[in-house]
C-alpha cells in the first residue's frame, strides 16, 4: 500500500500541520495479504460462535447489561476515568454513598449504549452519522466533562490529541471543512457494496472514524461504540455482544501506536492488530459464558437444598443477581415485596450458601452484599 492512502499532513496557515484524509476509500479499495484475510476468517469464525452460545444463555439480557458495564468502565478508563465497573453497579443503585465523582463518565457511556441498542431494534433502522450524533448527545449531555464538549454536534472549530495546542500536538485532525468531507465519505462506506470483509471494513471505520476525529471531545468512546453498532447493524450479529473496550484498555499504549500506523498507511498494521482483539475478545467472551453457566448450575444446587418455601423465594432472587450483582437490604425488597427482617433473612440465607457474602465486613449499619464469584467472573477477564 503507498504510504500516503490514507491522508497527508499540510501545513495550515495558522502554522501548525493538520492531517487531512485523502478520498476515502481509496481508488481500488483495500487489498491485504493472505495472512490478514485468514486471520480475519478465523476471527469471523469467533464471533459466530459467541453469537450462537450467547442464544443459549437463559439470562442473556442480564449478560449484555453486564458486558455493557464493563465495556463502558474500558472504554472510559482509556480516557483517563479511574472508577471502575463495581463503582458504576453501586451508583446505578445507590448502595454506595462514596463513589468516585469521574464513575459519571461510565454511567453515560452506559446510557449511549443502551439508547443506541433501543434505537437499532427500530424498524428501518439507519446507520448513519445522525446516528452517531445521537450516540454522542447521549454520551454527554450532562456528563462531568462535557463543559465544552458540544454534545450531538459534530465541531466547527480546531480539536487536537496530546499537548497544550495544535502546533505541539501528537496528532492534528482534520480542520472542519475537510472534517465534513471526510464524514460524508465514511458514511456512504458504511453501505457501499465492495468486497471487503465485514469484520476488517469494522477496524476500518473505526479508524477513519478516529482520524476524523469530529467531535470536540468523546470521540474514542463513540468510535468504539460504533464497532458494535456496525457488526450488528450489518447483521454479522445477531445480539450485541462484542465490545472491544477492554483488549484497547489492555493494550492501550499499542492501540494509540497502531492508530497512528493507520495515519501513516500502514492499514494492514492497524487491522492485525484489530483482529487480534476480536479474537481474544471473542475467546475470552466465550470462557465467560462457560464460567457463568457452571455457576448458575453450581448455585441453583444449593437453593434446590432448600426447603420450599425458602427455594421459592431464592429462585426469585436468583436471577435478578445476573443483573444486579450487589445489593443491599432495600434492593431485596424491593424485588420481593417482603418486610426488612424478611429481606434480611433472605440476605442471610444467600450468604450462608456462600452466594452472596458482606462488601465491607467492619459496616454495620447499610451493608451491602456482593455476588463475588460472579462479579469475579468479568473481572478476571481483563
Keep these: 500500500m503507498p504510504a500516503n492512502i490514507i491522508g497527508t499532513y499540510i501545513q495550515q496557515p495558522q502554522g501548525y500541520r493538520a492531517f487531512i484524509p485523502s478520498p476515502f476509500p481509496p481508488a481500488g479499495a483495500f487489498a491485504f495479504e493472505g495472512s490478514i484475510i485468514k486471520k480475519a476468517s478465523e476471527a469471523t469464525r469467533l464471533v459466530g460462535k459467541l453469537d450462537g452460545i ?9 449478560f449484555l447489561l453486564m458486558y455493557l458495564r464493563k465495556d463502558a468502565a474500558a472504554s472510559s478508563q482509556i480516557e483517563g476515568t479511574m472508577a471502575t465497573m463495581i463503582d458504576a453497579i453501586e451508583a446505578e443503585v445507590g448502595t454506595n454513598t462514596s463513589i468516585p465523582s469521574d464513575v459519571d463518565d461510565i454511567l453515560h457511556y452506559i446510557k449511549a449504549l443502551r439508547y443506541g441498542m433501543a434505537r437499532a431494534k427500530e424498524d428501518n433502522f439507519p446507520l448513519s452519522l445522525r446516528f452517531l450524533r ?5 454520551l454527554m449531555t450532562r456528563a462531568r466533562s462535557s463543559q465544552f464538549a458540544n454534545p450531538g454536534e459534530f465541531r466547527k472549530t480546531q480539536n487536537w490529541i496530546g499537548g497544550t495546542r495544535p502546533d505541539n500536538a501528537r496528532f492534528v485532525p482534520p480542520p472542519a471543512a475537510q472534517m465534513n468531507q471526510s464524514l460524508g465519505e465514511l458514511e456512504k462506506y458504511i453501505y457501499q457494496e465492495d468486497d471487503t470483509l465485514t469484520i476488517i471494513k469494522a477496524g476500518l471505520l473505526h479508524a477513519q472514524f478516529e482520524t476524523i476525529h469530529p ?9 468504539r461504540m460504533f464497532i458494535t453498532f456496525y457488526l450488528w447493524h450489518q447483521r454479522f450479529l445477531e445480539n450485541p455482544v462484542l465490545f472491544l473496550s477492554s483488549y484497547f484498555k489492555k493494550y ?3 492501540y494509540y501506536e497502531k492508530l497512528t500506523d493507520y495515519h501513516n498507511g500502514q492499514v494492514a498494521s492497524w ?12 475467546n475470552e467472551a466465550v470462557d465467560i459464558i462457560d464460567k457463568i453457566t457452571n455457576l448458575r448450575e453450581q448455585d441453583f444446587m444449593k437453593i434446590q437444598k432448600l426447603g420450599k418455601r425458602a ?3 431464592a429462585v426469585q432472587i436468583m436471577p ?9 437490604v432495600s434492593i431485596i425488597q424491593q424485588w420481593t415485596g417482603y418486610s426488612r427482617p424478611g429481606a434480611q433473612e433472605v440476605i442471610n440465607r444467600f450468604v450462608k450458601m456462600k452466594i452472596l ?19 469475579n467472573i468479568f473481572a478476571d477477564s481483563k
Excluded: C, M, W
Design 252 to 254: 492501550q499504549q499499542l
Design 320 to 328: 435478578k443477581l445476573y443483573g444486579q450483582p450487589i445489593v443491599n
Design 311 to 313: 427455594a421459592e423465594s
Design 357 to 375: 457474602s458482606k462488601k465491607n465486613k467492619d459496616v454495620t449499619y447499610g451493608q451491602s452484599y456482593v455476588y463475588k464469584e460472579y462479579l
Design 54 to 62: 450467547t442464544k443459549l444463555l437463559p439470562d442473556l439480557d442480564f
Design 215 to 223: 467531535f470536540l471531545d468523546g470521540n474514542g468512546r463513540t468510535g
Design 271 to 282: 487491522i492485525d492488530f484489530f483482529l487480534d482483539g476480536v479474537i481474544e475478545i471473542s
Design 134 to 138: 445521537e450516540l454522542h448527545r447521549e
